[in-house]
């Protein structure tokens, strides 16, 4: 499986809101676990 974009470069995902409490870890462990499990290194 090939996981580079378009322009051969990284992959960049950016989650963000200033507020506390907002969940943005926890979202980002549930898109690595994903993306492990689609086979991403």
């Known amino acids: 499986m090939n996981h580079e974009n378009e ?3 990284p992959h960049i995902i950016v ?4 507020k506390g409490g ?3 870890s926890t979202t980002a462990m549930h898109l690595v ?7 991403f290194p």
């Open 33 to 39: 676990v994903s993306l492990l499990r689609e086979g």
């Open 15 to 18: 989650l963000g809101n200033e």
């Open 7 to 9: 322009t051969g470069g």
């Open 22 to 24: 907002t969940g943005k």
